[in-house]
């Protein structure tokens, strides 16, 4: 067989993991047509740039980054060559036509949903600047045309379970970027678990962006997944990302209290501590109902923690309001969080509300809020020094003899060891602890 010409693909990703996913997807779909991913975009043959439309600013740093790849392209051109540039991901959903008009220089546009249609659209390309815009909602076909055998890139792995929302929160872009909540069939998630595990992976994340509505065609929700998932010899951490805290139902629960391998960390969005903002918000759950989720799974799983989304300066949110979400975040503790200023979103129902909030408090705000949940994220690794924790160990260290791996708690644990203990999961004794580390000695007998 004659090899095919060797092109250069550069990849780059912006957004949730869904995004970095569906990135290694896209490699994979590419890689038969003779596509090798490259590290920089200089003389790269194809540059996707997968992106995210959720606040405004990541929507405008694609932009930016198209001016620079405009110019490589052009450079490219002038020696002879040629780049192809294709945008992908939720910008390419919600404003494919408005990124053809505003950067010309972009030869494909390409929704979340159309990826298997990769290598046609850029043979099209190729020939002529035709058809450009590919953007539709078939999730099962999608899924359908995937290629099974992945390549992972290491011993942890996402798997996607579920994609869309239909929860329409006021503020949030992802049930038009996304389309509809689409779950696949077990069985098929199943396979490809077990095809992953047969290459050496030890730890899979479930992604949606609704995951623990997760429901596939026979009926089959997260929890008996976990379940079934957990049976795979070899396969030893399960993961899932990211919940809504009204699809917390009771099988979950138990499913935390019985499946050793669900990890007792969770990602559960609150957003607000005032029960009028979730309201304009339509999160769907209050205040009480959230901290009731959080009781039951931690009353399933005593050693659980928790992580969440905060939006400030949503739209009508006074001092008070603020108040009372910092008065949750105490309440509640979190070992991590991610916040944002509220960004106004063309479409959403929030968008177009009175009492639209000064950028300055926004910021005030958000800093107020980062304090606090940072400090509760040094004193949880702070809690974490002398004891001992099961840690996967996933790559090697920046010096030799040195590994990274991951506590149950997703934090990254720096400890000396040898490579080739890359994949075990091993007991470590927690020596000390940063922001976003934590260092470790393993325990004597494997050192
Ligand atoms: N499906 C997930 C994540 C959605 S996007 C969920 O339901 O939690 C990730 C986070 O971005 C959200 O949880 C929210 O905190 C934030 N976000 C979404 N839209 C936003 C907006 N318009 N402005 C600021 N933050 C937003
Ligand atoms: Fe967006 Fe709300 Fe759906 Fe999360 S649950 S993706 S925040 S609409
Ligand atoms: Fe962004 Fe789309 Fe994910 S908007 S957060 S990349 S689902």
Redesign the pocket.
């Given at each position: 067989m004659t090899e095919l010409p060797r092109k250069k693909l550069f990849i780059k990703t912006y957004g949730?993991q869904m995004n970095v996913h569906d990135s290694e997807r896209m490699a994979d779909v590419l890689r038969p047509f003779g596509y090798a991913i490259s590290d920089t975009p200089d003389d790269a043959d194809l540059v996707v740039l997968n992106t995210c439309h959720?606040?405004?600013k990541a929507t405008e740093k694609v932009y930016s980054e198209l001016g620079r790849v405009k110019a490589l392209k052009i450079a490219k051109a002038e020696a002879g060559g040629e780049m192809i540039i294709a945008v992908a991901g939720c910008v390419a959903q919600a404003e494919g036509e408005e990124i053809m008009k505003r950067q010309t220089a972009v030869d494909l546009v390409i929704g979340p949903q159309s990826y298997h249609r990769l290598p046609e659209l850029i043979a099209r390309a190729h020939r002529a600047r035709g058809e450009r815009l590919a953007a539709d909602f078939e999730a099962e076909e999608k899924f359908d045309a995937l290629p099974a055998d992945r390549q992972p890139a290491g011993v942890t792995a996402f798997l996607t379970i579920q994609e869309g929302?239909d929860?329409f929160?006021t503020?949030?872009?992802?049930p038009y970027t996304r389309g509809a909540e689409f779950s696949r069939p077990a069985a098929a998630i199943e396979a490809e678990a077990r095809s992953l595990v047969a290459r050496g992976v030890r730890e899979v994340t479930l992604l949606?962006?609704?995951?623990n509505a997760y429901r596939d065609p026979d009926g089959v929700g997260l929890a008996d997944l976990a379940r079934r998932l957990a049976r795979i010899p070899g396969l030893a951490r399960i993961r899932y990302?990211?919940?809504?805290p009204a699809d917390l139902d009771d099988d979950l629960v138990r499913a935390h209290a019985e499946v050793e391998a669900l990890m007792p960390y969770l990602?559960l969005?609150v957003?607000s501590g005032s029960d009028r903002i979730l309201k304009a918000m339509n999160r769907a759950h209050t205040v009480e109902t959230y901290l009731k989720a959080v009781e039951r799974i931690r009353a399933a799983r005593p050693d659980l923690a928790l992580s969440s989304?905060?939006?400030v300066g949503?739209p009508g949110e006074t001092d008070a309001d603020f108040e009372a979400t910092l008065g949750l975040i105490q309440d509640v503790g979190f070992a991590s969080a991610?916040?944002?200023?509220?960004?106004?979103?063309p479409g959403?129902p929030?968008?177009s509300m009175g009492g639209q909030i000064d950028e300055a408090v926004k910021t005030e705000r958000l800093a107020r809020l980062q304090a606090l949940v940072e400090a509760q994220q040094r004193a949880f690794n702070a809690a974490q020094v002398g004891r001992s924790l099961q840690i996967l160990v996933e790559r090697p260290g920046r010096h030799t003899g040195q590994v990274i791996g991951r506590s149950p708690y997703l934090q990254a644990v720096h400890c000396e060891g040898a490579t080739n203990l890359i994949g075990s999961i091993v007991p470590v004794t927690i020596v000390g602890a940063a922001h976003n580390s934590l260092t470790g000695r393993l325990a004597l007998e494997l050192a």
């Open positions: 949730c959720i606040r405004e929302c929860r929160c503020f949030c872009v992802v949606g962006q609704n995951v990302t990211t919940s809504h990602h969005p957003q989304d905060f939006i949503f991610f916040s944002f200023k509220y960004s106004r979103r959403t929030a968008a």
